[in-house]
Each structure stands twice: as structure tokens, then as C-alpha cells.
């Protein structure tokens, strides 16, 4: 099994910037893509950044040039640099990893971001 722990959300005006963390721990050498997703208040879950265990990178339209997606396998720790924040990134981001062979899919619990206009 795998253990996620986001931290690094906040209250930040808009134009300015967060890092977000998340720390996995258990049966790491499984993890596969780690990624990003948020949900808004009353939207669906919406994938925001992903990251390979080889570095490839992808992002959704909406954040791409302002986010930036990073992983430290040394520290079994994925990030999300975050700039140029907009109200419209107001969310709970939850961090996603999918391991492989087995197929499992494990999420944290959250940190709320929330972006004053």
C-alpha cells in the first residue's frame, strides 16, 4: 500500500504563488505517475498535472505556463509550483498515484487552496 500526505495550501492573493508537496511512504518502488488533481466547490474532480516515474510531464490547459509539476524520487516526494494564481484555482488539490503491476490507485486527503481576488 501506498500513503499520501499533501501539505503546502493556503490563502494567497491572486497573481501570487504556492508550492504544493506530496509525500508518499509504504510500497513507493510501485509508484508509477504521480499527479495533481482539484476539485472546485460543486465541480467534478479534474486532473491538473501528472508526472511519470521517467519525468514526462503533462498538464491541463488551464494551468499550463503558470504550474509546474516536479518529483524528487529521493524523497518519494512530488510538488506543484504554482504561479500567477487566479481565483479560478480555487480548490481542494488532492495528490493521485497509480503503481504498477498491480493497478492500485491511491489518493491523499487534500489541502485547500483558496485564491482572493
Known amino acids: 500500500q501506498v500513503q499520501l500526505v499533501e501539505s503546502g495550501g493556503g490563502l494567497v492573493q491572486a497573481g501570487g504563488s504556492l508550492r504544493l508537496s506530496c509525500a508518499a511512504s509504504?510500497?513507493?518502488?510501485?509508484?508509477?505517475?504521480m499527479t495533481w488533481t482539484r476539485q472546485a466547490p460543486g465541480k467534478q474532480r479534474d486532473a491538473v498535472a501528472g508526472?511519470?516515474?521517467?519525468?514526462?510531464?503533462y498538464y491541463a490547459d488551464s494551468v499550463k505556463g503558470r504550474f509546474t509539476i516536479s518529483r524528487d524520487n529521493a524523497k518519494n516526494t512530488v510538488y506543484l509550483q504554482m504561479n500567477s494564481l487566479k481565483p479560478e484555482d480555487t480548490a481542494v488539490y488532492y495528490c493521485n498515484a497509480d503503481t504498477t503491476p498491480d493497478g492500485m490507485d491511491y489518493w491523499g486527503k487534500g489541502t485547500l487552496v483558496t485564491v482572493s481576488s
Open positions: 509504504g510500497s513507493v518502488f510501485l509508484i508509477n505517475t
Open positions: 508526472i511519470t516515474s521517467g519525468g514526462v510531464t
